[in-house]
C-alpha cells in the first residue's frame, strides 16, 4: 500500500500521488502533490490556510494546474482570483484552447459573467471578450 517511515515522533506514510502526515499531538492530514490539501477544519495550499467557512471547504474542488474553486470563489495557487466566477470557470489546456489564444503558451482559466468572457493566465485576469 505505501512506504512508512517514522523519525522523532512524526510517521509519514508515502503513496504514489498522496502522502499522509501524522504527529502524536495533531490532527491527520493528507496533501496531494499539487500543493492543495486538507484536515477536518480546513483547506490549505502549500501550509497556508484558506480560511474557508465551513459551507466554502464542503463546495471545495481541486481542478488541474493549481486552480481549484469552492461555492463562492476561485483559487489559483491558494489565492482568490478577484471577480472570477465559481459556476463557469473552466480550466482549458494548450490542446482544447481556442486558436487566438494558443500563443500564450500556457494553460489558461476561463469563466462568462454578466455577458463578459474573462481569460485568465497565472490566475491573473489577461483579457475581456465582450459577448454581444
Known amino acids: 500500500m505505501g512506504t512508512t517511515h517514522s523519525q ?3 510517521t509519514k506514510t508515502f ?3 498522496v502522502y499522509k502526515t501524522q504527529n502524536e499531538n495533531s490532527d491527520q ?3 496531494t502533490r499539487y500543493g492543495y490539501y486538507e484536515n477536518q477544519k480546513d483547506v490549505f495550499y502549500d501550509g497556508l490556510s484558506l ?3 465551513p459551507t466554502e471547504k464542503e463546495s ?6 493549481s486552480y481549484a474553486k469552492s461555492k463562492n470563489f476561485v483559487f489559483y495557487e491558494g489565492r482568490v482570483i478577484p471577480n472570477a466566477d465559481p459556476k463557469t470557470f473552466i480550466v482549458i489546456n494548450r ?3 481556442p ?11 476561463m469563466d462568462i459573467y454578466n455577458r463578459e468572457k474573462h481569460i485568465y493566465q497565472f490566475g ?6 465582450s459577448l454581444k
Open 124 to 129: 491573473k485576469l489577461i483579457f475581456t471578450i
Open 15 to 17: 503513496y504514489t500521488s
Open 95 to 97: 490542446k482544447s484552447m
Open 29 to 31: 492530514i493528507f496533501k
Open 60 to 65: 471545495f474542488k481541486k481542478l488541474k494546474y
Open 99 to 109: 486558436e487566438e489564444f494558443k500563443t500564450l503558451n500556457s494553460v489558461i482559466g
Open 51 to 53: 480560511n474557508l467557512s
Open 8 to 10: 522523532f515522533g512524526v
